[in-house]
């Protein structure tokens, strides 16, 4: 019934009609009408101003940046790993609630499991690669990236939930206008209008982006501010908005580093950011996952 109406779904790789972009509009703006129809409902119920979203379209930025804008929103929380991923925190938050456990914030996502020094020398041994071990490996990575180098960056824990967060990551410089074709073209193999996501520091974002408050799990598309646009033009999609990170010192300290780094060499404290995979494979976790996605 549903081709009937619309037409039959498009083939992969097949070209993007007129046709194709007015029926993703439309079911965009559809379901940002029923979002703030659903929140300005919770909120005359409540008139509680803090916000708690979770769930599948939890993951839908644009739609997310509306509710966002709201007047009567005060603090928005999106649930980083919001859609099927987060059932199982949904479970064990339940299992705690339920024997009176008191529930903490989160802080971050890195709850992956430890890699150590040696099973990443195994792995390079094993893929028959040459390392260098760095002394200030975010000092270097900045260097390389002002240089217009892509680089893997893979640090830490990995993160819980769909989006890369500067531990399983595909970097770059964002001040170059080429720079989401070249990664597109050479890396993720994915389409064109997809935009890539900034990395900014968080004592810089606002005077960046039009941005509330910190949004350290990417799930909030904004406005980029209008002086800003033309210096990262790889992260700021055809709207003018971006789907924001923000980084704090103290929780990602290295992630950090690198970043102001980068602004001491490009004047930019922002940096591109991707997930680590290419297109239809799920985010690396081990280092020769890493090793053969680089590859």
């Given at each position: ?7 039959r ?28 129809s ?25 739609v ?58 195994n ?110 033009p ?5 709207d ?56």
């Open positions: 019934l549903l081709i009937k109406k619309i037409g779904p498009r083939l992969y790789n097949e070209k993007i009609t007129d046709s194709h972009k007015n029926l993703a509009a439309s079911a965009q703006l559809t379901t940002e009408k029923c979002a703030i659903y929140v300005k409902y919770l909120y005359s119920i409540t008139k509680n101003k803090n916000l708690c979203l979770a769930g599948g379209v939890g993951l839908n930025c644009s997310n940046g509306v509710i966002a804008k709201l007047p009567f929103i005060k603090h928005f929380f999106v649930q980083p790993a919001s859609s099927d991923r987060g059932l199982a925190l949904g479970c064990a938050l339940f299992g705690a609630f339920s024997e009176n456990e008191k529930i903490k914030p989160i802080k971050h996502v890195f709850y992956g499991p430890s890699i150590s020094n040696e099973d990443i020398e792995s390079i041994k094993v893929a028959n690669y040459k390392a260098k071990l760095l002394d200030d490996p975010a000092g270097e990575a900045a260097k390389l990236l002002a240089k217009k180098k892509i680089l893997g960056w893979y640090q830490g824990k990995s993160e819980f939930g769909p989006r890369a967060l500067g531990h399983r990551s595909i970097l770059a410089d964002p001040g170059h206008s080429d720079m989401r074709d070249l990664i597109n073209a050479k890396v993720k193999f994915r389409e064109d209008f997809r935009p890539f996501a900034p990395s900014v520091l968080e004592e810089k974002y606002r005077s960046i982006f039009d941005l509330n408050e910190p949004n350290p799990y990417m799930t909030i598309a904004c406005n980029v501010k209008e002086d800003w646009r033309a210096k990262i790889a992260t700021v999609h055809v003018n908005t971006a789907r924001v990170q923000t980084v704090n010192k103290k929780i990602d300290p290295l992630y950090h580093s690198l970043i102001k780094s980068l602004e001491n060499l490009t004047g930019r404290p922002v940096v591109l950011n991707t997930s680590f995979n290419i297109r239809g494979q799920p985010i690396i976790e081990t280092p020769l996952e890493a090793i053969s996605t680089f590859a």
